[in-house]
């Protein structure tokens, strides 16, 4: 069953194609593109000369004309007004197909244009767009048409005929919910929920449907499938969205997804609700605070030292160094004179979670230098930037660390070699000299 969208963006987006032509491509273009230039004279005259003149440079345009049938449309290429266009929520593109009620808007009250061809020729541009600009003009009270009013009822029917996202939610969540549908079908709809939560309103529309909990609920199904599906739900509906992360922690969602990390689960599983509790931690002190009191590092640990592949290493790894400098940001932000009212209390807040002391006592100060025995440069690197954000607490760690400071010098004479070789390629600040330059700069610290 294929799904017709209306989110918000899709709207505007119809929007544009329905009632100006040219805007769309105008959007898309360069400036030289399409040029507008507006002769002036005689507004004040009553308008009744006014004249837009239009320049087009064909060059640049890829318009493609709809067919019966759906077409997908790649990006950059615009169509003509009246189209239909829909996003395929399955497939995640935009689809366009001949309107009917739109089509009346191009073909039968501006029939003076020419017929619907099977290109738009710069010819046509300048007719749509000189119109567009006397549509949008006071004057065309005194022209036979009323486009604009045409164009509020068509948009009206469409409202009619097209879910909007919140009535897809509602939809969604019932199937959801009813004891009838099949894991299949529930898939399914947390994919398409997925899709639909990355926009913030999307994501509080759900929370107040009720839908947050039933998607935490579901976090604790018996099929994996079910599990890691739900994990991805909630953390697409949490990243950046304060509102969700606050709800989402009050129905309990932190402690379910601790104890599934902590339950042996596929790869994943794991890794999509490594993927919720990162989101759902970021920026936010109350529920790193939670995490941490929860044993959340002590989960981490022992699934980092399972994690035989990397994988989740590298992932546990970056989601310690996000905290560990989004802490450190909020403290360097102390010394700005720019200070808004509610840093005082972001300090108070992350002044209570106390990540460096169950860093250390947890033993990550052992753990990540681990991740540098991992073959793969972006682990490594990964690995080493961690690795320096924890200096502060970890210096007599690594001091100690023979395996560590081992490792550090072969990786230097290694990637220094491969810097040598990018030169002579010619990539003077390529990745490799990074590297060394993280390592490097960890030795610094070592030595001090
Ligand atoms: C389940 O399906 C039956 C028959 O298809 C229907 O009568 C019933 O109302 C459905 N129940 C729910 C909870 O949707
Ligand atoms: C799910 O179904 C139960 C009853 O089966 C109902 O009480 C609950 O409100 C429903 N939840 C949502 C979000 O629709
Ligand atoms: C998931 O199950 C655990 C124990 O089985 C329970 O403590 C927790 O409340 C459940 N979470 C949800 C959201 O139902």
Not at 47 to 75: N, R, S, Y
Not at 83 to 93: E, I, M, P, Y
Not at 368 to 395: G, I, N, W
Not at 421 to 433: L, Q, T
Request: glycine residues 6%.
């Amino acid at each position: 069953m294929k799904l017709i969208s209306r989110s918000a963006a899709g709207a505007a987006f119809l929007l544009l194609l329905h009632c100006c032509p040219i805007a769309n491509i105008l959007g898309q273009k360069s400036d030289s593109a399409l040029t507008v230039v507006e002769n002036t004279e005689g507004r004040e005259g009553g308008g009744a000369d006014e004249e837009a003149e239009v320049t087009v440079d064909e060059g640049d345009l890829e318009v493609v004309q709809p067919t019966e049938d759906w077409q997908t449309l790649k990006p950059g290429q615009a169509v003509p007004a009246g189209s239909h266009v829909r996003l395929n929520l399955q497939t995640g593109q935009r689809e366009v197909r001949l309107g009917e009620e739109q089509l009346k808007y191009w073909t039968q009250e501006h029939r003076e244009t020419e017929e619907v061809q099977s290109t738009i020729s710069p010819d046509e541009l300048k007719q749509a767009m000189k119109k567009m600009k006397e549509d949008l003009s006071p004057d065309t009270v005194r022209s036979q048409y009323r486009p604009l009013e045409e164009l509020k009822r068509d948009l009206a029917q469409l409202d009619l005929l097209v879910e909007t996202d919140v009535q897809i939610m509602k939809r969604l969540l019932d199937q959801f919910n009813s004891s009838n549908s099949t894991t299949e079908q529930k898939l399914s709809v947390l994919l398409e929920l997925e899709y639909l939560v990355h926009q913030v309103d999307n994501a509080q529309t759900l929370c107040s449907m009720g839908g947050l909990q039933l998607i935490v609920g579901s976090l604790n199904s018996t099929d994996f499938r079910l599990q890691e599906s739900s994990a991805f739900v909630l953390g697409s509906a949490v990243s950046s969205n304060p509102v969700v992360q606050v709800k989402a922690v009050e129905s309990g969602a932190l402690q379910t997804l601790l104890t599934i990390l902590a339950t042996a689960q596929p790869l994943g599983v794991k890794k999509k609700v490594l993927f919720a509790v990162a989101s759902l931690l970021r920026n936010f002190p109350y529920a790193q605070h939670h995490f941490l009191s929860h044993g959340g590092l002590q989960v981490l640990s022992e699934l980092f030292r399972a994690d035989g592949g990397g994988v989740l290493r590298t992932r546990i790894v970056t989601m310690l160094y996000d905290m560990i400098s989004e802490k450190e940001l909020i403290s360097q932000a102390g010394l700005d004179l720019m200070l808004d009212a509610s840093h005082e209390e972001r300090v108070r807040q992350y002044s209570k979670v106390s990540l460096q002391g169950e860093l250390l006592e947890k033993g990550w100060c052992n753990l990540v230098p681990q991740l540098l025995e991992s073959t793969e440069h972006d682990y490594r690197e990964k690995a080493l930037r961690a690795l320096l954000a924890m200096a502060p607490m970890c210096l007599d760690h690594y001091r100690s660390d023979g395996s560590l400071l081992g490792s550090l010098l072969s990786l230097r004479d290694q990637y220094q070699e491969m810097v040598q070789s990018e030169m002579i390629v010619g990539e003077e600040n390529g990745y490799f000299a990074e590297i060394v330059e993280l390592i490097n700069a960890l030795q610094v610290k070592m030595k001090l």
